[in-house]
């Protein structure tokens, strides 16, 4: 699927967000090595360490379909300014290393600057085991 196609998906996701304390909201998808899509949207919680990233959240759900390669994610915070403040933080690229994530395609606002990365260049010298 191109970035065309990817982004209004994820920015639709971003809708279901729940995020009462940032206001912050954020959606992703995925694409797994078969084609299949899986969403997911950050979801905030008043002991802030137990929220997840859209990101993991859609990471998460595709896993649990039993999901183990994802080619291409998509990210998309609708309430950042500027693409530079909607990256994935060091977490989610590290949980995207251990499914083979190999394009990372980020976009902010309304979705008119979009771009696109391998993990590689978001993640050097990935941890694995
Ligand atoms: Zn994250």
Redesign the pocket.
Known sequence: MSPDQLVPIARTAAEMSYSPYSKFRVGAVVVGSDGETFTGANIENAAYPSSS?A??TAINTAVAQGVRKIDVITVACIDAKDVDGAY??G??RQIMSEFGVETVIVTAGDGSEVREHTLDELLPYQFEL
Request: charged residues 30%; neutral net charge.
């Open positions: 990233c990101e993991a994935p933080c977490r989610c």
